[in-house]
């Protein structure tokens, strides 16, 4: 940030239009001379191009409350599949490295069942969608909810065996029912939702949709294009501002981040200073002070409070 730091004064909100693979590095990480983070001084929010700016100036009405997924009730894969999982060297609590979807295991992720519960609390009108609920069916049916949090996998198919042109095939979330037999295609289908299917979804009105989940915001990079994947998906799909994730963290410091976020956004704060100050209050602890705990989760699009105040 230096050759322009100078430049920016007193500015405390940063619009980052990052091309390339600058689209895959949260920028609040950046230290300056003070060896103070990024995070410290600016609150930033992320656009794909200035035409953007134009985008969140169009009215739009949410149709239903807050929608939450969480804790899918992913299944127990076929006995090949487990040891085919068994001998994968995939960490405890992961998936298998996703190459074609023919030998995925998704992991319980009991901490976002907590995760919505806490959500709940805070949002009492809120639609909780656990386990058997989870659904990709589900999901397909919501309304431009006021808020869509979804806490699952996220995936995204670096290296297909089979050629998949299109990337938003290749990136998607794990719902119920992911981990059953793939060569059973109804039943798989009903456990991945694809980016592209995920553009199809009605959040014309969705003032936040976060993915609560990992690697959400990767994709296939295009220069000047932007990011290939879930994140350009659920924009396509008309969500107005959306919180992704660049890495793996544990479902446990997710639940702490998005606790302390949705407390944020219930008290007023903005849709990225509520992100804001969960990463700073984590990076106030001792035990959380690496970026790899607190600056997975970045925000993008419109960076205004629910109620639209800037």
């Not at 200035?50 to 009215?59: A, E, F, K, S, T």
């Not at 739009?60 to 299944?75: H, I, N, Q, Y």
């Not at 849709?271 to 990076?283: D, F, I, N, S, W």
Request: aromatic share 8%; charged share 20%; net charge neutral.
């Amino acid at each position: 940030m230096h050759p322009i730091r100078a430049l920016l004064g007193d500015v405390t909100r940063l619009l980052i239009s990052p091309d390339g693979d600058l689209n895959l590095i949260p920028f609040e990480v950046l230290r300056d001379e003070q060896d103070r983070y990024a995070v410290e001084r600016y609150s930033i929010t992320y656009v794909t191009s200035g035409r953007d700016l134009l985008r969140m100036q169009v009215p739009r009405m949410s149709k239903s409350e807050p929608v939450v997924v969480a804790d899918p009730l992913f299944g127990e894969p076929p006995i090949a599949d487990a040891a085919h999982r068994a001998s994968s060297s995939a960490p405890a609590g992961s998936i298998t490295p996703v190459e074609d979807l023919s030998h995925p295991y998704f992991a319980p992720l009991a901490g976002t069942a907590q995760e919505a519960r806490a959500i709940k609390t805070l949002f009492p009108e809120a639609t909780v969608l656990t386990r058997e609920r989870a659904t990709k069916s589900a999901l397909a049916r919501v309304e431009a909810p006021r808020i869509l949090h979804v806490a699952t996998h996220g995936f995204f198919q670096q290296d297909a065996k089979r050629a998949i042109g299109n990337p938003l095939l290749r990136a998607g979330l794990a719902l119920t029912g992911a981990n059953l037999n793939p060569e059973d295609s109804a039943r798989n289908e009903a456990g991945i939702l694809t980016a592209l299917e995920a553009s199809t979804l009605n959040l014309w009105g969705t003032k936040l949709v976060t993915l609560s989940a990992c690697d959400t915001g990767v994709g296939e990079v295009r220069n000047r294009e932007g990011v290939y994947g879930l994140r350009r998906a659920f924009f396509l799909a008309g969500a107005e501002t959306l919180v992704m994730s660049l890495w793996p963290v544990s479902d446990y410091v997710t639940r702490e981040t998005m606790t302390a976020y949705y407390g944020g956004l219930k008290k007023g704060l903005g849709r990225g200073e509520a992100l804001r100050q969960a990463q700073l209050t984590m990076l106030a602890r001792g035990n959380r002070q690496h970026p790899f705990y607190w600056a997975s989760f970045i925000q993008a699009g419109e960076w205004a409070n629910l109620d639209g105040r800037r």
